[in-house]
């Protein structure tokens, strides 16, 4: 097929930083560089030439193929592209209009991103699953710890209490809120710290 670009177009090319440059007519390939053909699967870009671009676009993004005048207008587009061998190739694109009825089409490769992002957006939904699970396990453990007739008492390092059960209201005759946040109120001196002793231990 004979090229029919011109000398001033390979400025525009050479100022394109872009994975894919190629220049359709009629919605053919009529130019295309060696990085565009290699990310389309093909072995050199000379047997791409006259095939149809839209051959290359995947079937949820088949209504943009042939609509080159359209894209023109966009500032970008997001868009995916197969290859030859069947990769799926996300991009973000932009379609210049050229004389001739040409268009210059720019693609930057974005599917690493893509995957990426899809790998992360998973990540914090198995995180949020795990937290939904951790927040079900804590109220299903208080739900034990209120229920249960044999006293639960917990304090920390500095012997404060921060859990007082029912069953230790009933049996100490303190109730959670003259105890919450407060040394454990019956205890003797000695013994108190004997407790705190024993806590820092096993800490």
């Not at 295309?32 to 699967?41: K, Y």
């Not at 930057?108 to 699953?129: D, G, Y």
Request: proline share 3%; glycine share 6%; hydrophobic share 45%.
């Amino acid at each position: 097929m004979e090229r029919i670009w011109h000398r001033g177009d390979a400025e525009i090319l050479a100022d394109a930083a872009a994975d894919l440059v190629c220049v359709l007519v009629d919605g053919q390939l009529n130019y295309i560089n060696a990085d565009g053909a290699a990310l389309l699967g093909a072995a050199d870009a000379q047997s791409l030439l006259g095939r149809r671009f839209s051959d290359f676009f995947t079937p949820e993004y088949a209504v943009l193929a042939e609509q080159y005048d359209a894209l023109v207008a966009e500032k970008s587009t997001s868009l995916m592209l197969q290859a030859v061998d069947g990769q799926r190739i996300s991009l973000v694109a932009r379609v210049r209009a050229m004389d001739g009825g040409r268009f210059l089409f720019l693609g930057r490769n974005i599917t690493k991103l893509v995957e990426s992002t899809k790998e992360l957006t998973a990540q914090h939904m198995r995180l949020l699953s795990s937290e939904a699970k951790l927040h079900d396990a804590n109220r299903t453990l208080t739900a034990y710890i209120e229920s249960s007739p044999i006293p639960v008492i917990a304090v920390n390092k500095k012997g404060d209490v921060t859990l007082w059960n029912p069953a230790a209201e009933r049996v100490t005759g303190w109730s959670a809120a003259e105890t919450m946040g407060k040394q454990i109120p019956h205890l003797e001196p000695s013994e108190r710290k004997r407790l705190l002793r024993q806590i820092m231990e096993e800490k």
